[in-house]
């Protein structure tokens, strides 16, 4: 069974910086794409930034503000939040597109996300 858990999340005011950080475990073949999803309140869950295969993407909303670490050993994904403004407010949900087995042509899992508050 695959599990991706978070942490990091939390309140924080205007200007001010997050790091969360995200460890998938279980029966793991190999990780195409791990990334960090945000659903505002009222809002569909969007995209914030991922790697896959090396190549890093983000929304355009977080260029320049927010980084994403990939430990491929480790399995683990960090985004490092900067300059928070208060639309950056939601649940972050770690994603990772994986094979768990040889038979598995790739599959998505989401972790249970956490809350990232930005106070104006």
């Known amino acids: 069974q695959v599990q991706l858990v978070e942490s990091g999340g939390g309140l924080v005011q205007t200007g001010g910086s997050l790091r969360l950080s995200c460890t998938a475990s279980g029966s793991i073949l190999s990780i195409k794409t791990l990334g960090w999803y945000r659903q505002a309140p009222g809002s569909q869950r969007a995209l914030v930034a991922s790697?896959?295969?090396?190549?890093?993407d983000y929304a355009d909303s977080v260029k320049g503000r927010f980084t994403i670490f990939r430990d491929t050993a480790k399995k683990t994904v960090d985004l490092q939040m900067g300059s928070l403004k208060p639309e950056d407010t939601g649940v972050y949900y770690c994603y990772a597109n994986l094979r768990a087995s040889k038979v598995d042509g790739g599959t998505d899992y989401w972790g249970s996300g956490t809350l990232v508050t930005v106070s104006s």
């Open positions: 790697v896959t295969n090396g190549y890093t």
